[in-house]
């Protein structure tokens, strides 16, 4: 078989699967979605997300899915339904050629549970999304207290790192607490040993621990690799011989420093 035969067997060849594969997506465009599947990506996760919720939100928002044709359904309003719920970082939706339609949730990973100044509170999620505080999650949280006054239907499925260019000190305290709850969850003895954030009015971050009646004075959302270090020195060179009970601060804001403030 000559160069020239061939050529034109592989372009036929290609003209064919073009051809049924045409057909194909002609008569799944005119079948009807048989099912609605919602799979949550990170499920292995703290779970604070029903995918029953989730599809009622479609199904109040937009409709029974099943039964209606494929093509008259509006992927990126189905996307954007999923989405608005605050528990929801983000969806992707697709239809399948067995004439499902899936989405793939990326639940918001629950990172601290933040309290204001009216005594209510919300979380914040490892994304950085305001979520509302969920039975499932809301034990052993890191917490975050400070001179917070912004209403929490204010914020729900916001990011808390989109708010910072509105220079409010709600704002500031918020990406504060962030920041420096990020930086925790990175290591999971700091995530044992801190139990609570403080920032006071002048952004000061204070680390409440878990055990021990002295605070951690952090200072601002900065250096966190050198203060990080100094913390774990602090555990491992400093409480194991010093009797805490006559400190009530101990300061690792000075580069090179570790201070410690007597009672």
Not at 82 to 104: F, H, M, N
Not at 111 to 133: A, D, H, Q, W, Y
Not at 229 to 234: A, C, D, F, N, P
């Amino acid at each position: 078989m000559n160069r020239k035969l061939k050529y034109i067997l592989v372009v036929a060849l290609i003209i064919l699967l073009v051809i049924v594969f045409k057909q194909i997506m002609s008569k799944h465009d005119r079948s009807v979605c048989k099912s609605f599947r919602v799979e949550i990506i990170n499920a292995d996760e703290n779970m604070c997300i029903s995918i029953d919720d989730l599809k009622q939100k479609v199904r109040t928002g937009y409709s029974e899915l099943q039964g209606i044709p494929i093509n008259e359904i509006d992927l990126s309003k189905v996307q954007q339904l999923l989405e608005s719920d605050p528990y929801v970082y983000k969806a992707r939706v697709y239809k399948t050629l067995d004439s499902e339609i899936v989405a793939e949730i990326e639940q918001g990973i629950p990172l601290v549970r933040v309290f204001v100044s009216t005594g209510e509170s919300f979380v914040i999620s490892s994304n950085g999304k305001v979520m509302p505080v969920a039975d499932a999650c809301a034990l052993n949280m890191l917490c975050a207290t400070g001179n917070c006054s912004v209403h929490p239907d204010r914020l729900m499925g916001r990011n808390v790192r989109n708010l910072l260019h509105l220079n409010s000190p709600d704002f500031v305290f918020l990406n504060s607490v962030y920041m420096v709850a990020s930086e925790l969850s990175k290591d999971e003895v700091f995530s044992v040993l801190i139990s609570e954030i403080h920032v006071d009015n002048k952004n000061i971050i204070e680390l409440i621990p878990a055990i021990g009646d002295f605070v951690i004075v952090f200072g601002r959302p900065e250096n966190f690799e050198e203060k990080l270090e100094k913390i774990q020195v602090l555990y491992a060179e400093v409480l194991p011989y010093y009797d805490m009970s006559k400190y009530e601060a101990v300061d690792v804001r000075y580069e090179k420093q570790l201070v410690l403030r007597k009672k």
